[in-house]
């Protein structure tokens, strides 16, 4: 079998191995339902408190305001739909992006149809929010801000702090969907001014199926999940004890190795973009150059498709994505490359490559290389690069 090179941690990290051996015991030995009462539960409950606190200390939030759940899409839901419900006396206007997860963007239309009216903002061409179009969208209806801290497709980070306290300033509640952004840069949920963020463990080296929603202290967000009263009754269902300690432990590793992490993949992916840019013509970098996650390459080759790059590099065995794991699917062009100001026929062609520490130059090297085959290839075929060369001379 030819060698892997994973290059698509935007869709899902590879679980480190002190978050699996952290985990291990508590699918057979301390397999106990913390809820219950007898002494052995009591080992669970431990190990989830002890998690929470892990989690809660890398965003400088408080224990009790960490919930954990089933994952970001169902962070996502929660924060809007609950906050949509709690404070609609006041109103029925919430802000978001148009550069959003579809966890939130449909979330938005779902609540379109119940009445609210949703501003989707527009964002600049390296995908950035206007500060300013924020503060002309806000009404005295408004309930609910949402922007995400970083986008998963392009890697632009937006500026968080500045919007949460535009927020606050207009008495306006604060959300955001840090899904890529946890465990990968730097988050204070105070100096930030949020009140409420979703996260998720498989993306910053823990588990599937557990991620968090951060509920500041005194914000009125109503149960998503009716039932049992787990959660402070606010998410009923049995912990999930193995993931919530995976997420706890990969949350206390990130503290620790951010810096260090963050440093590498940085070197790693602006030796990509250098290569890449220099190297091959017609190719465009989409996002902020430098206010994007540190492991995030995205670029436009025009004059062919994106899902010609991904097939012939996977015959290489080379694991990349052409935008979102969650359209991967769809043969329309992404909703964020549109946004951002790219006609159909180029955002067709783009390509997401995702680094992690694991990765190495050579690695990045051999992409750039074979990438550059794969490009020549391809437009070798292309009449409509054939006319664009003939109609140049």
């Not at 935007?10 to 339902?33: D, G, I």
């Not at 802000?95 to 009445?115: D, M, R």
């Not at 995400?148 to 969907?177: C, R, S, Y």
Request: aromatic share 8%; with cysteine.
């Amino acid at each position: 079998m030819k060698k892997l090179i994973y290059l698509d941690n935007a869709a899902t990290t590879q679980v480190s191995e002190e978050v699996f051996n952290e985990m291990l015991p508590f699918f057979r030995q301390t397999y106990c339902n913390p809820s219950a009462i007898y002494s052995f539960a009591g080992e669970g409950k431990k190990a989830v408190d002890l998690a929470r606190e892990k989690t809660a200390e890398l965003i400088g939030a408080k224990m009790e305001e960490i919930y954990f759940t089933g994952g970001g899409s169902e962070s996502d839901n929660w924060a809007l739909k609950a906050a949509a419900e709690a404070y609609s006396s006041k109103g029925k206007h919430i802000i978001t992006s148009k550069i959003e997860h579809h966890a939130i963007l449909h979330t938005c239309e779902y609540l379109e149809k119940q009445g609210y009216e949703i501003t989707y903002l527009d964002v600049d061409e390296e995908g950035k929010i206007s500060l300013e179009e924020l503060k002309t969208a806000i009404r005295s209806d408004t309930i609910l801000i949402s922007v995400m801290m970083a986008n998963n497709e392009i890697g632009t980070i937006e500026p968080i702090a500045e919007i949460g306290k535009i927020a606050h300033e207009n008495g306006v509640l604060f959300h955001t969907d840090a899904v890529q952004a946890y465990g990968h840069i730097p988050i204070h949920v105070d100096d930030m001014n949020i009140d409420m963020l979703s996260a998720s463990g498989h993306k910053f080296y823990g588990p599937k199926g557990v991620g968090i929603l951060y509920i500041r202290k005194g914000v009125k967000i109503r149960s998503f999940i009716h039932g049992g009263a787990q959660e402070r009754n606010r998410r009923a269902g049995t912990l999930n004890v193995p993931g919530i300690v995976g997420f706890g432990k990969a949350a206390e590793i990130a503290g620790k190795k951010m810096e260090e992490r963050t440093a590498k993949e940085i070197v790693l992916r602006d030796h990509l973009i250098e290569r890449i840019l220099s190297e091959i013509p017609y190719v465009r970098l989409n996002g902020h150059r430098t206010d994007r996650l540190p492991n995030n390459v995205n670029f436009c080759f025009r004059f062919i498709e994106g899902e010609s790059l991904l097939i012939l590099l996977d015959q290489l065995g080379v694991c990349a994505s052409s935008g979102s794991a969650c359209t991967s699917g769809s043969l329309d062009p992404s909703h964020v490359l549109l946004a951002i100001g790219l006609p159909h026929e180029i955002a067709h062609g783009s390509l997401r490559i995702t680094l992690s520490e694991e990765n190495t130059l050579g690695e990045i090297d051999f992409v750039a290389d074979e990438l550059k085959k794969i490009v020549e290839r391809l437009r070798s075929m292309s009449p409509l690069y054939e006319d664009y060369i003939k109609n140049r001379k």
